[in-house]
């Protein structure tokens, strides 16, 4: 549906989509086969690995659209480090910290540091969208632990605190003007703070029960819809399959949350069932996000819509984070004798 639907909106980056859907699900198949161990052994490499390229990109990468978060690979190609900075973190934190146990001061500065080194050099390209659900989905392995309650209370200050610090020194503008247009609602100024939001809601009403039709969406079509084909993909669909293609896409994110979490009761490895609730709390953030700000119940932020959105990077550690959750499941599976699907 997302390939048909930006086939749509947007032919020209079809067919680049379909060969990062082609490689991405090659990619699956293999990882599917390589042992969750391995994933373990390389976890000190991966995540130090992630933390020089993303140093490398703030010093000598070009901005794009305010951003210094892709690296040019040339025939207009880009890749995106920070889309697989939660795999790198699970596979160096998960074989130290997915015990449930009540941790010392420097494990948790330890677990802080291996969550937190990633976040602040995402933070500073600056992407907020990306560093956000990294940040939700990676606080699951805090949330997992035993620490002290007076640990809460300075991450909670502290929370507040950087809250305050990033709304007066580290969004810009226009971010700023994302968030108080939300805020207003239909007081926002419609043709510029609140324009986008105004846009997507147009789309998404105007879809109806059926939809107006593949190439018939009169807001993606005539480009009243910005970034149709990523951050709003949501509205063009809704516009043009209506609500029960909407629906449809929405219950198939359902059952793919269904079928992550059933193993994990049955699973004795907690390292393996911790990756498959974060994987699962990450997609389901993502997908959370995407609709609420296409449909008005959250503030525009740049967060596409896994496996629908245009995006080669995004599709990439999506499909291979599912790859490892897949083996895990065909190993519990073949153990347990489990009817998983």
């Known amino acids: 549906m997302g390939l048909v639907t930006l ?11 379909l060969v990062f859907a082609f490689v991405s699900f090659l990619v699956f198949g293999v990882v599917s086969q390589i042992s969750v161990q391995t994933w373990w052994s390389w976890g ?10 993303l140093l490398a990109l703030l010093i000598f990468g070009r901005a794009t659209r305010g951003a210094v978060a892709w690296i040019d690979l040339g025939w207009g ?3 995106q480090p920070s889309q697989f900075a939660l795999l790198a973190t699970l596979c160096i934190a998960l074989p130290r910290f997915s015990r449930q146990k009540m941790l010392r001061d420097t494990e948790l500065a330890q677990l802080l540091w291996l969550i937190g ?6 933070l500073l390209q600056p992407d907020f969208g ?10 699951t392995l805090l949330l997992w632990q035993k ?22 020194f580290l969004l810009q503008p226009y971010q700023q003007a994302r968030i108080t247009g939300f805020i207003a609602g239909g007081q926002a100024d419609q043709a ?33 819809l910005p970034e149709r084909q990523t951050d709003f993909i949501f509205a063009s669909l809704a516009e043009e399959w209506g609500l029960v293609g909407s629906l449809v896409v929405i219950a198939l994110y359902a059952y793919l949350i269904y079928f992550l979490l059933k193993p ?11 990756f498959l609730i974060v994987t699962t709390v990450y997609l389901l953030a993502q997908t959370f996000v995407n609709i609420g700000m296409n449909v008005g119940l959250l503030p525009i932020t740049g967060v596409t819509l896994p496996l629908v959105s245009y995006g080669g990077s995004s599709l990439l550690s999506t499909m291979v984070m599912l790859g490892i959750a897949q083996r895990i499941i065909l190993q519990a599976s073949a153990q347990q004798h489990l009817r998983i699907a």
């Open 7 to 17: 086939a749509s909106v947007s032919p020209e980056l079809m067919q680049r989509q």
């Open 44 to 53: 000190e490499w991966l995540w130090k690995g992630l933390l020089l390229i």
């Open 77 to 79: 190609l880009r890749f």
């Open 117 to 122: 080194a990633p976040a602040i050099l995402i």
């Open 130 to 139: 990306t560093v956000f659900l990294y940040a939700a989905a990676a606080s």
């Open 147 to 168: 620490i002290p309650w007076q640990y809460w209370r300075i991450g909670l200050v502290s929370v507040l605190t950087f809250a305050v610090i990033g709304w007066n």
């Open 192 to 224: 510029s703070t609140g324009y986008n939001a105004r846009q997507a809601l147009i789309a998404v009403g105007s879809g109806q029960l059926f939809g107006r039709g593949l190439g018939h969406g009169s807001q993606s079509q005539l480009r009243f």
């Open 264 to 274: 994990v009761p049955h699973l004795k490895d907690s390292k393996q069932s911790l």
